[in-house]
């Protein structure tokens, strides 16, 4: 079975190398590689060119003239792509030699749409990036065990919410029915409007233990990025009011209080995201990237308005199905904080 995967690439010339270079060692699969750069200015398109191109991998670039954002790049890659599997890999993420080949064997059963990886931080493969995803009722969602000692607490095969994106693989046949990235996320939180979209369409997900790959966490915006709060808070928003079932949607306010006052009471102690935020300017950084976020997302609420009434053609689970699943793979807030 053919696998095609798709690396989206903007000005990451040495970590896209790295990542190329991962894919060379990959054991027992088939599969072609599409990169689509996003504009890169350093050299990336011709460095994959020169290096890497036939017979050293069965590579294809797609060059766009500027940043048309995650959605949109792997959308094209997508479009493009000629196997039944399709293969999503961050370019600052490296794959170990089983990745492809164990990720393909989730799909031997019809309903599994989706298939996550073990995500490993690059610079402490001991600490787990992301084993699958968990949400929180007011649509923040963030990798299962994220920033835990890898025990051996991840090395099940089972049942996820949904694949980061990062790492993840897709039945093309699920794609072309349910519809792929929703490009006006343009990036972060659209890996999960795609995995719950997918899962109230039916589908299942498999989180898949030996399917490791490292990555570079932050490597795109920064940790310390505003933009990176704006979207990911934005996305929260266009997220719920896009797929949340009613019942939950009305609470969305409740729980997002809720999570900020845990944010504050770990700020206080110097802990948590906030930390990558320091002092007072760190704070009013935080605060007005919110804001942005918010008011960025109410802008495009009638547009998801519209989508949501789009969603029945495709539904099987009921609202209360949905809102069952958000809380069985909901994160503690204490863990969110």
Not at 198 to 206: E, F, N, T
């Amino acid at each position: 079975m053919l696998i095609s995967v798709i690396i989206v690439n903007w000005n990451r010339c040495d970590l896209l190398r790295a990542c190329l270079r991962s894919l060379e060692g990959q054991q027992r699969a088939e599969f072609e590689i599409i990169l689509v750069d996003n504009g890169s200015m350093d050299g990336s398109v011709e460095m994959a060119r020169t290096e890497f191109a036939a017979p050293r991998l069965p590579l294809r670039v797609i060059c766009n003239a500027e940043n048309r954002g995650y959605c949109a790049a792997n959308n094209q890659g997508i479009a493009a792509a000629r196997g039944e599997l399709i293969a999503l890999l961050n370019n600052d993420a490296e794959a170990e030699p089983g990745w492809l080949a164990a990720l393909a064997r989730a799909f031997g059963q019809p309903a599994v749409g989706m298939a996550a990886s073990k995500i490993l931080v690059y610079e402490d493969p001991q600490r787990i990036d992301k084993a699958g995803h968990l949400i929180y009722p007011d649509g923040q969602n963030r990798g299962r065990g994220s920033g835990a000692r890898d025990q051996g607490q991840f090395d099940c095969l089972e049942e996820a919410l949904w694949p980061d994106g990062c790492a993840a693989m897709y039945r093309k046949s699920m794609l072309q029915q349910i519809g792929a990235f929703d490009e006006d996320f343009f990036a972060y939180g659209d890996d999960a409007e795609l995995g719950l979209r997918a899962r109230i369409a039916g589908w299942r997900c498999l989180y898949v233990p030996e399917a490791v790959v490292r990555h570079h966490r932050g490597a795109t915006l920064g940790l310390q990025s505003a933009r990176r709060l704006e979207l990911i808070e934005r996305n929260r928003v266009l997220l719920a009011a896009k797929l949340f079932p009613w019942s939950l949607l009305w609470l969305n306010g409740a729980y997002y209080l809720a999570r900020l006052a845990a944010g504050l009471w770990y700020a206080r102690k110097g802990t948590g995201d906030t930390a990558h935020f320091p002092g007072l300017r760190g704070k009013l950084t935080i605060v007005r990237a919110l804001a942005a976020g918010d008011l960025e997302a109410l802008r495009l609420l009638p547009r998801m308005l519209r989508k949501r009434r789009d969603l029945e053609r495709i539904r099987k689970l009921s609202p209360a199905e949905v809102r069952r699943l958000i809380f069985q793979y909901r994160i503690p807030l204490r863990e969110l904080a």
